[in-house]
């Protein structure tokens, strides 16, 4: 067996130099971020460093090193940068063992930046078929079907869908891409309730959104005048609150109103780039308000959702709505599996590249 280190600017040139080196029937063992070698690792430059694997060849074929700047060499003997041999395993028998096709969907998936465990999840649902082939519609369709618990989908909405979350999130913006497909998709007028003394500019937009797509309005400072506002509401009932990075005791108040109301369902909203410590303190501090689902906005200011999908996953909670965009009311979906597979994928998915 022969094992190599390829180096290169992203895992896709990584795993074409690495075919051209090894050929078609290269394993991928790991690939991973590390420092450029030479003196721009010195000043913070990363590059992909993937190892793979391949039948040994023949003594005496030409093998050139390229590296991540285009250079070739042969390399004389083991180094960071030059290929290094290691015997194979042997099996029980005594010939030597391939390595599982699954280790490298696993790679793969790791770099495109899914954490370790959803990674090995997903390998695992594939057949061992699937795993030698790697096409995109695979992984999407293995990844889809272990993130399924965590997809809310189409849900039918409840008599109140209350929205809280830190400031900045987009939590007024995502209910009126809400209430604006709903009106133009199904021809619902959902009321919309602005929970919120203090924001007097999210009011008024709050407002603008609600004369635009023709539904009810209501502003609610208190618990008291939230409790009438509900009170008079017909249809569905959106709810805007103010956005503090630790919910207040009126904003307690005002989710205690609507625990006493029959149908509430309480979203927090969370932008896509919020890193996983920072994720798992606000479900910490927002636990008070019981949120049943996360809504995930900001995802086109976001490298990876990953994150932020590991903590949702480890509180069993269910992802509602995904937003990428300030258009309304387009750039807003439902979570559905498929819809957060390919938000979980994004742009670093390696469509069509083998990984046997």
Not at 163 to 192: D, E, M, S, Y
Not at 247 to 258: F, K, Q, S, T, W
Not at 274 to 302: F, G, H, N, Q
Request: glycine residues 8%; hydrophobic residues 40%; aromatic residues 4%.
């Amino acid at each position: 067996m022969h094992v190599k280190r390829v180096y290169a600017s992203s895992v896709r040139e990584a795993l074409a130099s690495a075919r051209e080196q090894l050929g078609e029937s290269a394993l991928v063992l790991s690939t991973e971020l590390v420092p450029s070698p030479g003196w721009r690792g010195w000043v913070g430059h990363r590059v992909v460093r993937l190892t793979a694997a391949a039948e040994r060849r023949e003594s005496g074929s030409p093998e050139a090193w390229t590296d991540a700047f285009g250079s070739s060499s042969k390399p004389h003997a083991p180094s960071p940068v030059a290929s290094v041999d290691r015997p194979a395993v042997a099996a029980p028998d005594g010939r030597p063992s391939r390595p599982d096709p699954r280790a490298g969907v696993v790679a793969r998936l790791s770099a495109s930046g899914l954490s370790g465990p959803l990674a090995e999840a997903v390998a695992a649902e594939m057949s061992e078929a699937e795993c030698r082939t790697g096409t995109d519609e695979a992984l999407r369709r293995a990844l889809g079907a272990v993130i399924a618990p965590i997809a809310g989908g189409a849900e039918a909405f409840t008599r109140y869908e209350v929205f809280v979350g830190p400031p900045g999130v987009g939590k007024t913006t995502t209910i009126a891409k809400i209430a604006a497909q709903a009106c133009a998709n199904h021809g619902l007028r959902l009321n919309l309730v602005a929970a919120d003394g203090f924001r007097a500019g999210a009011i008024e937009q709050l407002r603008s959104y609600a004369t635009i797509v023709g539904a009810p309005f209501r502003v609610a400072r208190s618990a008291d005048e939230l409790d009438r506002a509900l009170t008079g509401t017909r249809q569905t009932a959106l709810i805007d609150t103010a956005g503090h990075t630790i919910p207040d005791a009126n904003m307690i108040e005002l989710v205690e109103v609507l625990g006493r109301k029959r149908g509430a369902r309480t979203h927090l909203v969370l932008a896509a780039d919020t890193s996983a410590a920072t994720a798992r303190r606000l479900l910490d501090r927002y636990a008070r308000l019981s949120p049943a689902r996360v809504v995930i906005t900001k995802l086109d200011e976001a490298d990876s959702v990953m994150p932020l999908v590991d903590a949702v996953r480890e509180r069993g909670l269910v992802v509602s709505y995904l937003t990428a965009g300030q258009r309304v009311p387009e750039d807003l979906e439902r979570a559905t599996p498929a819809s957060l597979a390919a938000r979980l994928l994004g742009e670093q998915s390696m469509g069509g590249i083998t990984c046997h």
